[in-house]
Structure formats: structure tokens, C-alpha cells
């Protein structure tokens, strides 16, 4: 066995690597959050043109609303930005994937906490029959418990997302 085997055999990871198994379930999670994230991008630009029938009752000149439209679309524009770069690092198996996948959840868990205040800001809408019951704060947060439990543990998400591209890794990550 020459030197260049011998590092190699060294170096291959031990266990299941790749983008299948539990994986696939976030990278359809993320693509699927990006349509939506268009779809109410698209909803929300005709609710502020006055395109679209508005909930009953609820005055479109109220500065509420408008900051609720407001903080909807930036929030919006944000996520799906944030998502196009996951997808990236998840598709080049970056290193950086599984923090950035688990920083993303839990930005996502803040920004439902305050898309709830702010619909219970808008006196004129049920907040309730609209998705700002504090009940709507829970998906996301078991979603980012579960996801963050398995990328923290998982032997797959180890050995698949070791990838320098597009950040060289820290000296002390390659040294170890």
C-alpha cells in the first residue's frame, strides 16, 4: 500500500454519508418553503394594491395593518433569500449547512413570534381565525427541536456536509 491509500482509507468517513435519508425531508422542506414564501409575496403585493378582498371589517388605512403587510413582505423577502443561500450549502454539502440550516429554524421560530404580536396589534382582524393564535408559534418550534436535535446527532449529517466551498474551514476544524 503506498502513503496516498493509506490517507485515504483514513480519511473515508465510517457510516452512511450523501444527501439521502432524513435529508431529503429538509431539502423538500426548504424548496417548499421558497414557493410559499413567493406565493405570499405575491398575495401580500395584491392585498397592498387592493387587488384582493381583504378579511371583512378591516380598514386598509390602518397603520397596524400596514405594519403587519410591511413586516410580512420584509420578513418574507428575507426568508426567501436566506433559503436560496441554505439551498446552496446544502446542495454544495458546505460545512457551514448544519449550523446555518439550525440558526435559520431558529430565526424562523422569532419571526412567527412576531408575526403573532403584530396580528394581535391589528384591532380589526381575529387574530385567532387569521394564525395569530400563540398555538401557531408551536409547528415551528417542534419543527426546529426535531431538525436540530438530528443535525446536531446524526452521523449522515457528520460525514455529507464537509465541504470547505464556499467558506475555507477554520484552521482548527481542519486540523482535527
Not at 387569521?130 to 452521523?155: D, K, Q
Request: charged fraction near 10%; proline fraction near 6%; include cysteine.
Amino acid at each position: 500500500m503506498n502513503e496516498d491509500t493509506v490517507a485515504a482509507q483514513a480519511a473515508a468517513p465510517t457510516g452512511p454519508v450523501g444527501l439521502g435519508g432524513w435529508l431529503i425531508l429538509p431539502a423538500i422542506n426548504m424548496v417548499w418553503n421558497l414557493l410559499q414564501l413567493a406565493w405570499g409575496l405575491y398575495a401580500l403585493a395584491l392585498m397592498k394594491s387592493g387587488a384582493l378582498t381583504l378579511p371583512q371589517g378591516l380598514d386598509v388605512q390602518d397603520p397596524a395593518w400596514i405594519r403587519l403587510l410591511d413586516y410580512e413582505a420584509n420578513t418574507s423577502i428575507l426568508l426567501a433569500f436566506l433559503l436560496i443561500a441554505l439551498l446552496v450549502l446544502f446542495f454544495t454539502r458546505s460545512w457551514i449547512f448544519p449550523k446555518a440550516f439550525i440558526a435559520f429554524w431558529a430565526l424562523g421560530v422569532l419571526i412567527k413570534l412576531f408575526d403573532v404580536m403584530q396580528i394581535h396589534a391589528v384591532d380589526t382582524l381575529d387574530a385567532d381565525a387569521h394564525g395569530g393564535s400563540f398555538t401557531a408559534v408551536m409547528p415551528p418550534v417542534i419543527y426546529c427541536v426535531v431538525w436540530t436535535s438530528y443535525f446536531l446527532n446524526s452521523v449522515r449529517v457528520r460525514n455529507t456536509f464537509t465541504r470547505p466551498w464556499p467558506v475555507a474551514k477554520p484552521s482548527s476544524a481542519v486540523s482535527s
